[in-house]
């Protein structure tokens, strides 16, 4: 998901450097999204992680 997002990230500085406004910021707003996601699921697993070392100790 992260590569999503820097695949979008990248779409969207380089519509912006050629001046596709609308492309850029869309994709920036895909980009947002998408990193938004995988940081709630990256906090997710890692509260899980967590709560399943300490039941096996």
């Known amino acids: 998901m992260l590569k999503w997002a820097l695949i979008f ?3 969207s500085l380089v519509a912006g450097f050629l001046g596709f406004r ?4 869309a994709a920036a707003t895909v980009a947002k999204v998408l990193f938004g996601i995988a940081l709630i699921l990256f906090l997710i697993f890692l ?3 967590f709560m399943a070392g300490s039941a096996v100790v």
Not at 22 to 25: D, L, N, Y
Request: net charge neutral; no cysteine; glycine share 10%.
């Open 9 to 11: 990230l990248v779409i």
């Open 22 to 25: 609308g492309v850029s910021s």
């Open 47 to 49: 509260i899980l992680a």
